[in-house]
């Protein structure tokens, strides 16, 4: 089973517009260390094109929309973000591109851990590799 849903966050709306809060343990299934966001995506990029050892993370499109691709080695899917209360929970070992970024695309990452050059797999051969070892030990 690929480790990668859609959360719902809820918002605290009133009057006066939406705000949405994220608390490690709560809100999130994970402590986090790290946030990072990409924006002035040019158009037709698509980028990622990497998978993590260990690392977990939510994506959140705060504003505008794109559309992410998830690959766990046998399966892939295709996720719309475009709601800011929205976040897309990837757990570990999966491929990962983004793409479709509108023009006022703010894409938001939650992230366990510090940027760690050595927690990526940026090789697809070798995530398949990774995958199958993983799966042979199982
Ligand atoms: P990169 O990993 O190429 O983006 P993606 O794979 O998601 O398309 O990241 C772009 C640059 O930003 C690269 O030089 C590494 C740097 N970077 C950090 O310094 N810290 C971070 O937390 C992240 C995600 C990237």
Redesign the pocket.
Known sequence: MMDVRKITFQQHGDERGQLVAIEELLDAPFEFK?I?F?YDTKNGVR????AHRKLKQILFCVHGNCKIHVDDGERTCEYLLNKPYEGLFIDGLIW?E?YDFSEDAVLM?I?SD??N?RD?I?DYDKFKEVVSKLHDTN
Request: hydrophobic share 30%; glycine share 6%; charged share 30%.
């Open positions: 790290r990072y990409m980028r990622g094109y990497h990962r983004m990452v992230a510090f940027y050059e990526y940026r």
